[in-house]
């Protein structure tokens, strides 16, 4: 409004900068004048510890809910589901091979990762062919001391202390038959159940193994894209928890390896010392059992004992109860704490309890790998919550962002170094070489903003807001990720020149040698 004559002009609007904690304050005072208005007196008679009870209430009705459709997809999948599962597993044992022959042997990613499988595809088939002239061998003497082991108990019920004379005997026996003939139909479709279980296997190892293959292959490209996927200011910290969780879930699979395989060795070598028949097979069978918490070993130990009652009396079947108990006991209270240590840092009733849940879920394949995927949980949430179980891994790896496209991939404090060295430029058609050397140059931007931020605040008293992880935002505020954010532009970029050499080698012709 203009000034009418003899009066002075209004004052200008202040443009100065506005103070972000009186703005919050205010608006915080606004919502809760806001609230006071609509509140009804209904309201206000119940306790603060009834609302608070009720808000809690719908938050669990809602995660309850989430974690009844996850179980149900997951049961529902529960093949494919297993089969990934499988393939993580297999992936980090066979990591360390397929990293062998990639850097001492000079092998091509694809040809390391293949070799690896394959060997893995020798070692199994060589145990099950070994295991299984073992049983070939064995089955037909086992199945004539079984006859006579039978013939012995029958006799031992009738001349033992119980007395029980062959007329009553017969008629069980008799009994005995006439309810199998009865439910001869369900012994049928029982074993359809086992067909279609067979071809379940069959389709879940070739899907196992085919993951296996790519996970070796292209694992960092994978997880670089679904980390990708998430919101920027989740990407550092959910990549760094899926590090700490890799390295569990590898601490885990190869210590439970090397804990099945002693067992293995002290069931298999005391039923031989014994003089227990098919001594190889159980020690096969009790590796495999090994992986399954508690049920595993209570079933193998059982089949174990039971051979040898058959096949060599009370008397071997009670040492082989010995034998048994003392290798579950060095497992439990020696090789368990000392091999994983903290890694894999679960309480026996926990343990219990995602066991009895995974084989209430997905059956066997559940309570296989209920307790990895409890102790991957466990090392992720513990990270979220400012526990980091393992900080030697340190913080090199990180993912940033392809100028093009805005793709993720991964870049490590080596890397970066290497992409600011003067004068290095990637090779003509080097596509990776010269989206790191973009990504150095992002990395380096959100370095040198952070040194001007912090000049600046130190000069002028700027109100700036620290990083959580040590990173700084190109437009004065926080990231929470470790990443730099490339909302704004800074105009004093010397680490420009290298995003400008890469764009110009995208230019640049395959013929091309300016």
């Known amino acids: 409004m203009e000034a009418g004559p003899g009066e002075e002009p209004a004052a200008a609007p202040q443009t100065g900068p506005v103070d972000s904690r009186a703005v919050r304050v205010t608006s915080e005072k606004l919502g809760t004048s806001a609230q006071a208005r609509t509140r009804t007196p209904a309201a206000d008679s119940v306790a603060g510890s009834v609302q608070a009870a009720a808000a809690w209430s719908w938050r669990f009705l809602a995660i309850a809910a989430a974690v009844a459709v996850i179980v149900w997809a997951v049961s529902y999948l529960k093949v494919l589901v297993i089969s990934v599962a499988i393939a993580l597993l297999l992936t980090v044992l066979l990591q360390p091979l397929a990293g062998f022959l990639r850097t001492r042997l000079r092998f091509s990613a694809v040809l390391a990762s293949a070799t690896s499988v394959v060997a893995l595809i020798g070692a199994v088939v060589g145990l099950v062919v070994v295991a299984g002239r073992e049983i070939t061998r064995g089955l037909a003497d086992l199945s004539d001391q079984a006859v006579q082991g039978f013939q012995q108990l029958v006799d031992w019920l009738a001349d033992g202390p119980l007395q029980i004379d062959s007329v009553t005997l017969d008629a069980y026996w008799e009994e005995l038959l006439a309810t199998v003939q009865?439910?001869?139909?369900?012994?049928?479709?029982?074993?359809?159940?086992?067909?279609?279980?067979?071809?379940?296997v069959?389709?879940?190892?070739?899907?196992?193994?085919?993951?296996?293959?790519?996970?070796?292959?292209?694992?960092?490209?994978?997880?670089?894209?679904?980390?990708?996927?998430?919101?920027?200011?989740t990407r550092e910290r959910t990549h760094q928890a899926g590090r700490r969780g890799l390295v569990t879930l590898a601490s885990y699979a190869r210590t439970q390896i090397l804990v099945a395989f002693i067992d293995a060795v002290g069931i298999g070598v005391g039923a031989a010392i014994i003089g227990v028949p098919l001594a190889l097979p159980l020690a096969v069978l009790v590796f495999i059992g090994s992986f399954i918490p508690f049920v595993g070993a209570i079933v193998t130990g059982s089949i174990a004992i039971l051979v040898a009652l058959v096949a060599n009396g009370w008397v071997a079947a009670f040492i082989m109860l010995g034998v048994v108990l003392l290798v579950q006991q060095i497992e439990g209270n020696v090789l368990q704490p000392w091999l994983m240590g903290h890694a894999v840092s679960l309480h026996p009733v926990a343990v219990l309890l995602v066991v009895t849940g995974g084989t209430l879920v997905a059956g066997i394949g559940g309570a296989l790998f209920a307790v990895p995927i409890a102790a991957v949980l466990n090392t992720v949430v513990l990270y979220f919550h400012g526990h980091d179980k393992f900080p030697e891994l340190g913080f090199e790896d990180h993912v940033a962002m392809r100028p093009s496209g805005r793709r993720a991939i991964m870049i490590t404090s080596a890397e970066r170094h290497v992409g600011g060295v003067q004068g290095w430029r990637p090779a003509p058609g080097d596509d990776d070489g010269r989206d790191r050397l973009a990504a150095t140059a992002e990395a380096g931007r959100a370095a040198l903003d952070k040194i001007l931020s912090l000049k600046k605040?130190?000069?002028?008293?700027?109100?700036?807001?620290?990083?959580?992880d040590g990173a700084a935002s190109t437009d004065g505020t926080a990231s929470t990720d470790g990443t730099a954010s490339t909302d704004g532009s800074d105009e004093t970029d010397p680490l420009g020149a290298a995003e400008d050499r890469a764009k110009d080698d995208r230019e640049r012709e395959p013929g091309d040698e300016r």
Not at 205 to 222: E, H, K, P, S
Not at 461 to 467: F, H, L, P
């Open 182 to 200: 009865e439910n001869s139909s369900s012994l049928v479709s029982g074993a359809l159940v086992v067909t279609s279980t067979v071809s379940q």
């Open 457 to 468: 605040r130190s000069k002028d008293g700027t109100d700036g807001t620290a990083s959580t």
């Open 202 to 233: 069959f389709v879940g190892t070739l899907i196992a193994l085919f993951c296996t293959l790519f996970f070796l292959i292209d694992g960092r490209r994978i997880w670089t894209w679904l980390v990708g996927l998430l919101p920027r200011h």
